[in-house]
């Protein structure tokens, strides 16, 4: 909690200089200002290629990070010069706010993921890093004509080759997601589809539709939203879901590994290099947007699942772990294409590295007591078993344990144990010396644990190892054991109606 808090404190820092900025600069830049009842007709000023400012730079699997040939609108014979492929994809990475006025390191990484995982496709760089570079709120203005830009270049790119509007994913970072939202909003036809890697909050939280990243700037939009902490007003990501599915990774406020003490060490191993590891830390959960998609590129078999949920809260008691009517889905390039009428927010966890992937477990006790018992902030552990492999000591906190009462809570395990066969669990002691110590020991009484799989979609049902109850006991140092009874029937039964009701609806389509 305190570590958590020390961080906070530093993005708010960096988020009032942000805000100090926005007051004292309260005239946008000269000609930064579109007025949208301005913008005419796409078909006049779409094709008129002049004023366009940004630079499209075709990178290659060899060279990813380097500008070595542009893509210029109006200018045929560069589609020729660059080697760009109109038989495939294309994906145009956007960047976002810029302090160092520099190409930020995720980029090349990014495009060679993306080269990695579809060898054949053209990656062209957005470079609108001068725009980008200025006070953020000027820099925020300036979306909308950079939004126009890449509509220009798309639409000259398209008509130049007739190339399929199915084949053109935009990805883009921060400030760049509301970038590739108003150039997709802008173009005549629809674009394939736009990721949006946290997109940025300041100014755009709420702003309408047409400034910003929104669900009708393409057929398919899908955003990961990973640093959306403080009020709505100061979160450095956009907190409201703006596309067809909105993933909220670690409940989207901040991810591991990206707390204060972390990111200090990785400062004094690599060095120090003043303002750019400052921006670093701050940024850790911002970026952690990009680099969740880039292991979805990078790691197949370790693919993320979300889960399709009404709030972080309920996530965080296991509630959501359900795969029916597409309430689960991959997170990243392998997203299913799910168009629901409503904006779908979905959460997971993840590691606080790559691969990031996590297995999801609800586990759901009903612990008995003869004695009114009720305590809060109870930590246990509690340790799996399955056919491949354990994992042991899970550390997790009861927010209220009490006599009579169900409980149901998250665990997860970066180790993929197979089929789950036993569980044990531990009441550890806590530092807090409450008044039923005085009498005696403490003892809940637990028959069975249900337990629901988020991967694999099974739900179990354990027993007391011997006899009718296992005992959790508080500091007892005993654990509690339970083996694998049976599967839910009722959740046997679940799983045949459903696969009855959706054979043949399944959208799966992974061709973007
Ligand atoms: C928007 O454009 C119209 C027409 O050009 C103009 O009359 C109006 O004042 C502009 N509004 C703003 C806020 O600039
Ligand atoms: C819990 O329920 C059992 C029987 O179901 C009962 O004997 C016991 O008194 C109850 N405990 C409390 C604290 O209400």
């Known amino acids: 909690m305190g570590k958590e808090n020390i961080s906070f404190l530093t993005v708010w820092i960096i988020l009032g200089e942000i805000c100090a900025t926005f007051s004292s600069d309260p005239e946008p830049t000269t000609g930064v200002f579109v007025n949208s009842t301005a913008v005419p007709l796409p078909t006049e000023w779409i094709r008129d290629y002049n004023d366009i400012v940004s630079k499209f730079s075709v990178r290659s699997a060899d060279i990813p990070d380097d500008d070595m040939c542009y893509l210029v609108a109006g200018s045929p014979e560069t589609i020729a010069e660059c080697e760009f492929n109109p038989e495939t994809q294309t994906f145009i990475v956007i960047h976002g706010w810029t302090v160092t006025g520099m190409f930020e390191s995720w980029v090349p990484k990014l495009v060679s993921a993306l080269f990695d995982r579809e060898p054949t496709a053209n990656v062209i760089v957005v470079d609108w890093l001068t725009r980008a570079n200025q006070h953020y709120p000027t820099s925020a203005a300036y979306t909308k ?101 909105d993933i909220y990774p670690n409940g989207g406020t901040f991810q591991p590994g990206c707390d204060i003490q972390n990111t200090l060490l990785g400062i004094a191993l690599g060095g120090i290099k003043g303002l750019q590891n400052m921006d670093q830390l701050v940024k850790c959960s911002h970026e952690r947007s990009i680099h969740l998609f ?140 409450s008044w039923s110590d005085w009498w005696g020991s403490s003892k809940f009484h637990i028959r069975k644990l249900r337990i629901k799989s988020g991967e694999k979609q099974s739900k179990l049902i354990f027993s007391a190892k011997e006899g009718e109850f296992a005992y959790l006991v508080r500091g007892g140092g005993d654990d509690a054991v339970f083996v694998k009874s049976k599967e839910d029937t009722m959740s046997r039964k679940e799983k045949l109606m459903h696969k009855l009701k959706t054979q043949g609806s399944q959208f799966g389509q992974n061709d973007a």
Request: net charge neutral.
């Open 294 to 433: 880039i292991d979805s590129l990078l790691n197949i078999q370790q693919q993320s699942m979300a889960y399709r949920c009404n709030s972080k809260e309920a996530f965080n008691k296991g509630q959501c772990l359900s795969c029916r009517k597409n309430r689960c889905n991959n997170i990243g390039y392998n997203i299913n294409k799910v168009r629901t009428t409503r904006s779908a927010k979905m959460y997971l966890k993840t590691r606080d590295m790559m691969p990031y992937k996590v297995f999801h477990y609800q586990v759901k006790v009903h612990v008995f007591s003869k004695d009114p018992l009720s305590f809060t902030e109870q930590p246990i552990k509690v340790s799996l078993y399955g056919t491949h492999g354990e994992t042991e000591d899970i550390a997790h906190v009861l927010p209220v344990l009490e006599g009579n009462t169900t409980l149901s809570f998250l665990l997860t395990t970066d180790v993929d144990i197979g089929d789950l066969m036993i569980v044990k669990m531990r009441w550890e002691k806590d530092a807090i010396i």
């Open 145 to 245: 004509l950079v939004g126009r830009d890449v509509a220009k270049f798309v639409t000259w790119l398209q008509n130049e080759l007739q190339l399929p509007w199915e084949k053109i994913h935009l990805l883009g970072y921060s400030l760049g997601a509301h970038v590739a939202g108003i150039a997709g909003d802008l173009t005549d036809h629809k674009i394939s589809r736009i990721t949006g890697l946290d997109p940025a909050g300041p100014t755009f939280e709420h702003a309408d539709n047409q400034n910003t990243l929104s669900r009708d700037d393409a057929q398919f939009v899908d955003v990961l939203h990973t640093n959306t902490r403080g009020s709505p007003d100061r979160s450095i990501g956009i907190q409201r879901p703006v596309g067809h599915i």
